[in-house]
């Protein structure tokens, strides 16, 4: 019976057990800093997660082989059947012409300042009929 074998499990349990014993007392008796470190001592002994204590997994497998080179290139868009990639992402059917807008902005630019300049003729006129 000395000879008793080793296993994780138990003290995994007793580990768990304990913290939730010390948790317990933490909030019955508010001795945080000497209940605290007992409980972060157990858990990192037992690699558990607590109150106080979390985990990180960091994974160092390689993904590919250190002699192997990396070589990029470029992954083709998996469109649905049927579908085009200029019809969907190039410019709508009823997108109008830069041509066409410049000629519109340059007529009401125009008509805009004949209005303008007519105002100004008529108040001139006014000021010097008022003279």
């Known amino acids: 019976m000395d000879e008793a074998l080793q296993h994780r499990g138990i003290a995994t349990y007793w580990a768990r057990q304990k913290i939730s014993a010390l948790m317990d007392q933490d909030v019955e008796r508010n001795e945080n800093s000497h209940i605290r470190q007992e409980i972060i001592d157990i858990a990192m002994a037992h690699h558990l997660v607590s109150r106080y204590t979390s985990l990180v997994a960091i994974d160092i497998t390689p993904a590919r082989p250190s002699g192997q080179t990396l070589s990029p290139h470029v992954i083709k868009t998996n469109l649905p059947h049927g579908q085009d990639y200029t019809a969907i992402f190039g410019l709508s059917a009823g997108a109008t012409n830069g041509t066409w807008h410049l000629l519109t902005g340059l007529i009401l ?9 007519s105002n100004n003729f008529r108040c001139l006129r006014r000021s010097l009929d008022d003279l």
């Open 109 to 117: 630019l125009f008509i805009a300042g004949a209005i303008a300049v």
